[in-house]
């Protein structure tokens, strides 16, 4: 299988994320089967999540736990 890794740069703050094309909601949560529908969803490794969904509670931290950022692949597969 030939698979691709294509670097995604995101501004990743605490009400949105934004990259070059586009601009959401900063929640991220993984979905527990594959949706029916595909709006806001993102695929990545056999999983799918919900972007744009309910954010965390602000945090003086955001690097104290990875709770902030465990659920948003580094990564994604092309």
Known sequence: MDEKVIPLGIDHGWSHIKTCNSCF?????ELGSEPMVYENILEYNGKYY???GERL???EN???NENYYSNFPSKIRA
């Open 25 to 29: 909601v900063s929640g991220v949560a």
């Open 57 to 59: 509670k602000v945090q």
């Open 50 to 52: 919900r972007i744009g």
């Open 62 to 64: 955001k690097v104290c």
